[in-house]
């Protein structure tokens, strides 16, 4: 290979984690075409859902979250995620292996079959259909209706200057899931979060489609990182901004106390910091920049939980 890797690694891969260190040699293809070393990918994934399970607690009266729903949300979150990106390299063979950053990953290297990639999808998502069929028949229904989105977004980049939209009405899905599991139904809270989630995404995703974007003008794959370019910064200005304004209206219908809004806040300082410091041609800020929004889920998330439990307290 030409990109300074050996066989059996891929060049974007985390380094020194447990897939590399602990896992089975025949594990570590599958364990890297479902990104298992890279969990940023399924906390972004996972903090729609865990964010409306705990607007859903506060519209409820509840103290805390079901917590058996966040358990199901994050096994769901690493399934689906691991399928999406088995799915996605399924389709993007041919792109990736023109690409430095990704011609090494298990399939266009050939460490990976395409059928036994297949083979490896259905397992993911069959696990990802056990935790669904817990849930009441309406968010059974809602998340079948999500594959619609999924399966359509890897083919985004080849059409489109906005597949980080797409990728937001995909990985924010989780925003209407949390409210149906909890009450069956849908209310305008949900869809603002979810709305909110959408922006966030494109957000945070232009900030990692950053690092490609050279190799994506070769291969003609676009993304909102090539669309806006220099004034990238601006663009997150409004996108982050519109999904803290989204954020505080769903806060807003459901009645939400201070200790929400502190969160909210809290997490639009992370939001604005991150806007600040980009380098846009840093390709290594850019990812540590991309990941730290598992830092504002959590911060999010805290605020949230903090004022369900402060305002079944009182």
């Not at 799915?87 to 950053?101: C, E, H, S």
């Not at 200057?161 to 305008?188: E, I, K, R, T, V």
């Not at 993304?223 to 220099?230: C, E, H, I, P």
């Not at 929004?293 to 949230?304: E, Q, V």
Request: neutral net charge.
């Amino acid at each position: 290979m030409n990109d300074g890797t050996i066989r059996g690694q891929v060049a974007d891969a985390v380094r020194g984690h447990w897939v590399d260190n602990h896992a089975p040699e025949w594990l570590r293809p599958y364990a890297r075409l479902a990104r298992w070393e890279r969990p940023i990918g399924w906390q972004l994934l996972l903090w729609p859902c865990w964010w409306s399970a705990a607007i859903a607690a506060i519209a409820g009266g509840h103290a805390v979250p079901n917590i058996w729903h966040l358990v199901l949300f994050m096994i769901g979150a690493i399934a689906m995620r691991g399928a999406g990106c088995t799915y996605n390299d399924l389709v993007d063979q041919d792109i990736d292996d023109k690409v430095a950053r990704t011609r090494s990953r298990p399939l266009p290297s050939g460490q990976v079959t395409p059928f036994q990639a297949k083979l490896f999808l259905v397992a993911q998502a069959l696990v990802g259909l056990v935790v669904l069929l817990q849930f009441n028949r309406f968010t059974v229904l809602l998340g079948i209706a999500s594959l619609a989105v999924v399966a359509i977004y890897p083919f985004m980049k080849r059409v489109t200057n906005w597949p980080q939209l797409f990728l937001g009405l995909a990985f924010s899905w989780g925003a209407l899931m949390g409210w149906a599991a909890a009450f069956g139904s849908l209310s305008w809270p949900a869809f603002a979060f979810y709305a909110g989630g959408i922006l966030w995404t494109i957000g945070y995703d232009t900030i990692y489609a950053h690092q490609d974007k050279e190799d994506d003008a070769i291969v003609g794959v676009h993304s909102t990182a090539r669309l806006f370019g220099s004034h990238t910064k601006p663009a997150l200005t409004l996108l982050y901004g519109g999904a803290t304004v989204l954020f505080g209206a769903a806060l807003f219908g459901v009645d939400a106390g201070p200790a929400a809004f502190v969160g909210l806040a809290l997490g639009f300082g992370h939001l604005a910091r991150q806007i600040v410091v980009l380098d846009i041609d840093d390709n290594d800020q850019c990812l540590k920049l991309f990941r730290s929004n598992a830092g504002f889920g959590w911060i999010l998330f805290a605020g949230l939980v903090a004022d369900a439990l402060i305002q079944a307290l009182l």
